[in-house]
């Protein structure tokens, strides 16, 4: 269903511009090419539709971050507040996976109902949960909190894809760099959003088919990569990456490190984009 009214915004909490490509890329040595910064901005994504307040993801917690060497530049709360929404007011709140730069203030949200894959969340809660090598990318006490929010029955799982309440959005699986990797489409006027989170976290892995460092299963990845491919090719389809700094530099900024997704600032050509993922 198309609305005008829809408003989807990305909202930029922490960002390291110093991040290498070689730290981005999965085997960046093989493309022969000189190491430079790619940069990596940390985002979460609000949706207002259909009288819904939708969140997406919540970013890493202010206490784990400083462990991970990662630091918040703004708090959720506080870019909440530029955006007018009340964390007490929020509807729903979708997970994108379980890594702890997603799922890190989901205490913030006391009234809503949370949405994650099945496959996600028997993954992470599952057999090999204290083996550190397996769990190193998720908070075992944030593992804890989601499954506190389970026997609430504050958390639905979705198995390949679901609505997000009566919101309009949807989510679907896309797995590989997580076996439960969702991605939250939305539909504004004439055009589809499409907040890829870390099924997509630079625009070169789609577009130049260049792995990001980190997945569960590499195979899976790639092919979730080509379904995405085919969607960003459309012109009637906006993919957003969870963490490139494209977005940010693309996108019309109605508040400090608030990006509104509904606005382009340039319709750049697609190839101009792909010449350079950090400025295009
Ligand atoms: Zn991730």
Redesign the pocket.
């Given at each position: 269903m198309s609305d005008t009214s829809t408003e989807v915004y990305a909202l930029r909490y922490a960002t390291r511009p110093n991040c290498m490509t070689s730290e981005a890329f999965y085997r960046h040595d093989l493309y022969g090419e000189t190491d430079t910064p790619v940069g990596m901005d940390y985002f979460f994504w609000l949706i207002r539709s259909q009288g819904q307040t939708v969140v997406v993801d919540c970013g890493f917690n202010e206490n784990v971050g400083p462990t991970r060497n990662r630091w918040i530049s703004t708090t959720p709360s506080e870019l909440l507040s530029r955006m007018g929404v009340d964390p007490k007011a929020v509807d729903h709140v979708v997970l994108s996976?379980m890594?702890f730069?997603?799922v890190g203030n989901t205490h913030l949200f006391p009234n809503a109902t949370f949405h994650m894959s099945r496959a996600e969340y028997e993954y992470w809660t599952g057999r090999h949960r204290d083996v550190p090598a397996f769990s190193w990318?998720v908070e075992s006490d944030e593992v804890r909190l989601l499954e506190s929010l389970r026997r609430e029955e504050r958390l639905e799982l979705v198995d390949e894809s679901g609505e997000v309440g009566t919101s309009g959005a949807r989510i679907t699986r896309y797995a590989g760099?997580?076996p439960g990797?969702v991605v939250t489409d939305i539909d504004i006027d004439h055009k589809k959003v499409l907040l890829a989170a870390?099924a997509v976290h630079y625009y070169d892995e789609i577009r130049r088919k260049r792995p990001f460092y980190?997945f569960t299963d590499l195979e899976q990845m790639l092919d979730s990569y080509d379904s995405l491919r085919l969607l960003d090719e459309r012109p009637d389809v906006d993919v957003i990456p969870g963490h490139d700094p494209a977005v940010s530099a693309g996108y019309v900024e109605v508040d400090k490190d608030c990006f509104d997704l509904t606005t382009p600032l340039v319709a750049l050509p697609r190839d101009v984009v792909d010449a350079d993922p950090v400025n295009g």
């Open positions: 996976h890594h730069d997603h990318p760099h997580t990797q870390d980190l």
